[in-house]
Structures are given as C-alpha cells and as structure tokens.
C-alpha cells in the first residue's frame, strides 16, 4: 500500500477527490483517510478481497455510487514474492498471478463497464525489461500486465485510455540492506534512488495528456537501457 498511498495523496493534492481500496490494513487505511481529509477533497474507502473476482463488479459499483464522477482507474496493489521457475509451485504460481494480472484485468473490465470513459493506469515493474527468472511468477505476471495494457488500450479505446508506469528503484522492500540499495545504485545511469514522485509526476503526466495511451512510462533512472551486450571490443 506504500505506492498506493503516494500516489493517492498527490491526487489528492491536485485536487481529485480519491475512493481507495483495501483488504485488512485497516489502520492504514484510517492514517490515509485522514491525510486526504487534510488535502480537502472528498475520499472513501472500499474494502474487497481482489483475489475473488466475482466480488469485483460490486467494488466499482459501490465506488460509482459513492463518486458518480468516478474517471480515474489506478491498478497498483502487487504482490512481490522471488522464485525460480523450478522453485515455484502451483499455489505461488496462481497467487503471483491472481494480484499482478487477473486482478487489475477484472479491474479494468468492470471500470470500463461501470464507468464507461475515462482513464485507467497499470502500476508495472521496471523489470519486465529483464528476464529474471528468479522472480519468475510475478515477472511472467508482471510482463503480461504490460501486453494487457496495449491490448486494453486498442480494445477500449476512444472512451479510456489505458497506460503503464514502470518504477525501478524506489520503493526497495523493507528488508533489503543500506548496502544492498547503494549496489543497485551503482547500476543506474542516473546514479540516484527513485523518489515516489517521480512515479505520481509519470501518473500525472498520463492522465493529463489525452493523446497518449497503450503506453508503459519506465521511470527508473535508465537502469533498464543499461544493456550494452556483449561484442568484440569489450572482449576480455
């Protein structure tokens, strides 16, 4: 909910009245409650479990009632969890994917009829420019994020537009070492940690241009174009 949280509070603070979802953080869901309160807008919460698609459709009909004006889709719950493709069982496998696909696909389709225009934006992963396969689950889920984005974008269109952020290194999990963190600095073009908003001026950027969609905005530094390849001159 960290990124959720960000993002919703530089809505916020633009002037959107925000509905945000949650399943059991009920404590932070009051603390944001009460930040957006403070921005001046009109918020609410829902609370749904989004791994029961069927309960999906009643979420964004609750939401239309409770915000009529409701034209604005942001996809950002994750669920993060490394494994090989040898380390991963069907359990794993199908929670990866039920939280980083099938969740914002349901998402987006009951928006799309409950709403009917208006803008939808897919919270992706700078490292669907990888094939990681340590991650391999939640990459594979991830990557098809990004083709259902496109896809999305030409099936929807012209009433929604339909686009990607993919962060890179802003938000490491709360167990990654100082040090670890500094090593993948080391690794960015820009030689600098992300900020959460840098992701929020992406978002804005997607939502206020109306000739863009069917994009994936990577916002990682240019740790994902630092590929040179192997070739003869730096041979060793």
């Not at 932070?28 to 479990?49: F, K, N």
């Not at 979420?59 to 090989?84: C, D, E, T, W």
């Not at 083709?147 to 339909?162: C, G, I, N, Q, S």
Request: aromatic share 8%.
């Amino acid at each position: 909910m960290r990124l959720g949280r960000a993002l919703a509070l530089s809505l916020a603070q633009r002037g959107y009245d925000v509905m945000i979802h949650y399943n059991s953080s009920v404590a932070q869901r009051d603390d944001t409650l009460q930040e957006l309160a403070a921005c001046g807008v009109d918020s609410h919460a829902l609370q749904a479990d989004l791994s029961d698609v069927a309960a999906i459709p009643e979420l964004l009909r609750r939401a239309k009632q409770a915000m009529p004006h409701l034209g604005v889709l942001i996809n950002s719950a994750s669920a993060y969890q490394h494994a090989s493709i040898m380390q991963t069982d069907a359990a794993l496998f199908d929670q990866q994917f039920a939280v980083n696909l099938r969740a914002p696909f349901f998402l987006t389709q009951a928006f799309a009829r409950t709403c009917g225009q208006g803008c939808v934006i897919n919270i992706l992963d700078n490292k669907i420019n990888y094939n990681q396969f340590e991650y391999a689950a939640y990459l594979l889920a991830k990557k098809s994020l990004a083709e259902f984005t496109k896809m999305a974008a030409m099936e929807l269109a012209p009433a929604l537009r339909v686009n990607g952020v993919a962060p890179g290194v802003v938000l490491p999990a709360e167990t990654r070492s100082e040090a670890y963190v500094k090593w993948r600095i080391e690794g960015i073009p820009l030689k600098r940690q992300g900020e959460t908003d840098h992701i929020a001026q992406a978002m804005h950027y997607l939502l206020e241009n109306p000739f863009v969609t069917g994009q994936a905005l990577v916002v990682d530094g240019g740790e994902s174009i630092q590929h040179i390849g192997r070739h003869f001159r730096n041979y060793e």
